[in-house]
């Protein structure tokens, strides 16, 4: 069975906000990474594509780093959504994070050429800071941690 | 001044590893980061192409975090090849690492448009783990600081 992400936060974001080349759904190169709730979860499911590699056979880091990236602030956008009173999908504008912190520990090597599944736990710091610990899985098998520190986008982002 | 990097540790891995997507320097569609000594420092340069964006004007921080990892793994080779007695251009074959960790704190949104620059310290470990702390400059402000814990490459990652 496959699992797919019905309902992401980042199909709702203002097109002002969609051009992020992990989860930006306006550009065309970026990865369109997608996350929505899991449960009492939050997950994003991508496959790295032919390029994404660290060695053949081996999925980059980079591209790991960037996928729990995105994954962490569209799971500290959905948790807020939520706590806001709004489901994804009602057409509520969702509150914009930027990461504070990332950091990945690389648990074993990341198998190319499958689905990435990351899985996210979504802890409230304050009403404005939110930490996302977050597992990527591979084929069932655990390849990553990461934790994201996520910050309700500042004014200076805003141009 | 144009500073660039002259002797690049990635222009000498092998064939069999110059596929990452970050440093690669046979991976078509890659980054192609290249990382040397720059005084007692390490440095990479990389200017973001047009899509690497989180929001318009700003640096995409999964591409930041890139940065840093190839910067990290690219920066240990040569820490390890220079306590093994060798220059970067003089033919021997540098160790080859990975990242077991990533860590990338934001200092400040980093502008897109202008060359940002990593510059690298190298602590050791043991002689198969090192450290490298990263500062992340764009038009000579300081926008993020790193840290990569690169180990040699285990067998697990050879075919």
């Given at each position: ?77 959905l948790a807020?959504h939520r706590k ?76």
């Amino acid at each position: 069975m496959e699992i797919i992400v019905h309902k992401a936060i980042q199909d709702e974001y203002p097109d002002d906000f969609a051009w992020c080349y992990g989860c930006g759904r306006l550009n065309e190169k970026g990865h369109h990474f997608r996350t929505g709730w899991h449960g009492e979860q939050t997950m994003t499911i991508f496959t790295p594509k032919p390029e994404h590699l660290a060695l053949p056979g081996f999925v980059y880091g980079g591209l790991i780093a960037s996928f729990v990236d995105c994954h962490g602030t569209g799971s500290a956008s959905l948790a807020l959504h939520r706590k806001n009173g709004h489901d994804v999908g009602e057409g509520a504008e969702p509150p914009r994070f930027v990461t504070a912190s990332l950091k990945v520990d690389f648990v074993k090597p990341t198998p190319h050429g499958v689905a990435l599944k990351a899985l996210g736990t979504v802890h409230e710091i304050h009403p404005k800071k939110w930490k996302v610990e977050t597992e990527v899985y591979a084929d069932g098998e655990l390849c990553a941690r990461g934790e994201v520190v996520a910050v309700v986008m500042p004014s200076t982002f805003i141009k």
